[in-house]
């Protein structure tokens, strides 16, 4: 089965080796992770991001890398050869390394039981790290730079 990912439309792309989870069950899941902007690729700097979200059923961090782990089955993330270009045309990279999974067995298989009402519109989403990643069953998240 292929993984459908769609890429956040988020102004950075995560370039990390360092993922930090926290989460609280009253305040959600706060992710901080190293990320470069447009501005940043050029000269090759860095600076921390804060993901924080809401209404979250379930956090998962795995610590494997993830398109390995899956390799040839991952599909939706756009290939260019200019990426700066990309980026600068759309406002978003195209692999930012923050993704929805669009076809998620997670919300297929406990959707029901997470969300009964589909009163949340819970999504899947997928924070890619170098060595790990962070899956995130939530309704909503936000970005602090």
């Known amino acids: 089965m292929s993984i459908i990912l769609m890429p956040e439309k988020v102004d950075f792309r995560i370039s990390t080796t360092d993922l930090k989870a926290i989460y609280t069950e009253s305040g959600g899941v706060t992710l901080r992770i190293d990320v470069q902007t447009r501005g940043d690729v050029p000269l090759d700097q ?20 993830f398109f390995e782990l899956h390799a040839g089955q991952v599909e939706g993330i756009p290939y260019t050869e200019d990426i700066l270009h990309f980026w600068e045309t759309n406002g978003y990279p195209p692999d930012p390394g923050f993704y929805q999974v669009m076809n998620s067995p997670i919300l297929d298989q406990k959707g029901k ?8 519109d819970l999504k899947h989403y997928l924070v890619v790290g170098y060595d790990s990643y ?8 936000q970005v602090k730079i």
């Open 46 to 65: 860095y600076r921390e991001v804060e993901l924080t979200f809401g209404t979250v059923a379930e956090l998962r961090c795995i610590t494997v890398n």
């Open 113 to 120: 039981l997470f969300d009964p009402r589909n009163r949340l």
């Open 134 to 141: 962070v899956e995130v069953i939530a309704s909503s998240y």
